[in-house]
């Protein structure tokens, strides 16, 4: 892993499905200095080029010696063949075209979540707020990382004898399993409309909005056109019984497929919640995350239940702890 050491400025890009965030890093004290992000809405243009090279005209063509981008989306190819066809967004993004904007002869390029799982070690433990019991994690155990924003993300991070591996995954097109009879009916009208109902479907910004819709035909009333903070705002001011059960079930579900995530990688170094939405929430103070339904359904896993119990949990307060992992690893040299 570089220390990020070297003149010029590292350019980091966090690469989303609705807005792409470039800022500029350097190396200071054992940590990095990572100037304010600037966000361009995707749908704003038509590349991811022309984006970056917006960006650095607008930061004065500053001297560069490392870029490193991630992008939400499956990582194909190797190297300088590395490249990323986004999932909830008409960009393409490479190491290619990375290094033909910059100049740079060697980005680095991975998954948006890899990139968080990458931050992990580096964040403090004000960046941080643990969800139920404030537990220890094991050190040097795996972690875990999964969030919805867009759609919804997931990696996780493994040590070796002497380097930190971030493990890319696509844990939001994993089946979406029902949990009780609420659930069970839900997911088969979702089955209906959708066919395959993937975690993410329901774990997203959009997926509030289906939650919703969801609810209001099995109840037998109108279905509003209403947008994820439409939903929300009743939620918070419970003016809307069915906004109310929409994010309670969201906050179940995302706590079911954590504790999926925690067995499935025996991560005892605990499970982080990254990404637009409960990041959101639990910043605004405002309870809209419920933590006890949530910890309960992590938990409720049978005879794995007390194992799941010692599993810490955290939400994560950065709001450009992607770009932190990405700056731990940007270089000029592979």
């Not at 070297?6 to 350097?26: C, P």
């Not at 939400?315 to 592979?334: H, K, N, T, W």
Request: glycine share 12%; charged share 20%; with cysteine.
């Amino acid at each position: 892993m570089s220390d990020g050491k070297g003149e010029g400025d590292l350019l980091v890009a966090d690469i989303g499905g609705t807005n792409a965030r470039f800022a500029l890093a350097r190396a200071v004290d054992g940590g990095f200095d990572i100037s304010p992000p600037s966000v361009f809405l995707t749908a704003d243009y038509p590349t991811m080029e022309v984006a970056l090279r917006t960006f650095l005209k607008e930061a004065g063509a500053p001297r560069l010696s490392g870029v490193a981008a991630c992008a939400a989306g499956p990582l194909e190819g190797e190297g300088p063949s590395a490249r990323i066809s986004m999932t909830n967004c008409p960009w393409n993004v490479s190491v290619e075209n990375l290094g033909s904007v910059t100049g740079v002869a060697h980005p680095r390029l991975i998954n948006d979540f890899s990139a968080l799982a990458l931050s992990l070690p580096a964040l403090r433990e004000e960046e941080l707020h643990a969800v139920g019991p404030a537990l220890t994690p094991v050190p040097r155990a795996p972690k875990g990382v999964l969030g919805a924003g867009t759609g919804l993300g997931a990696s996780a991070l493994v040590f070796g004898a002497h380097e930190e591996i971030a493990l890319p995954g696509e844990g939001g097109h994993t089946d979406l399993a029902a949990g009780n009879a609420r659930e069970a009916e839900i997911l088969s009208r979702l089955q209906a409309r959708f066919g395959h109902v993937s975690v993410e479907r329901v774990l997203s910004g959009a997926g509030i909005v289906t939650l919703y819709t969801a609810l209001a035909e099995i109840e037998g009333k109108p279905v509003p056109s209403l947008t994820p903070p439409d939903i929300t705002a009743r939620a918070r001011t419970r003016e809307d019984a069915l906004a109310v059960e929409a994010i309670e079930l969201f906050c179940g579900w995302l706590g079911a497929v954590a504790g999926n995530l925690a067995l499935t990688l025996g991560a005892r170094g605990g499970i982080y919640i990254g990404g637009g939405v409960v990041p959101g929430w639990v910043s605004r103070g405002d309870g809209l995350f419920n933590e006890e339904i949530f910890r309960l359904r992590f938990e409720a896993k049978g005879r794995f239940s007390a194992w799941l119990a010692a599993v810490p949990v955290f939400v994560i307060l950065r709001s450009d702890a992607a770009l932190l992992g990405l700056a731990r690893i940007a270089r000029a040299e592979p």
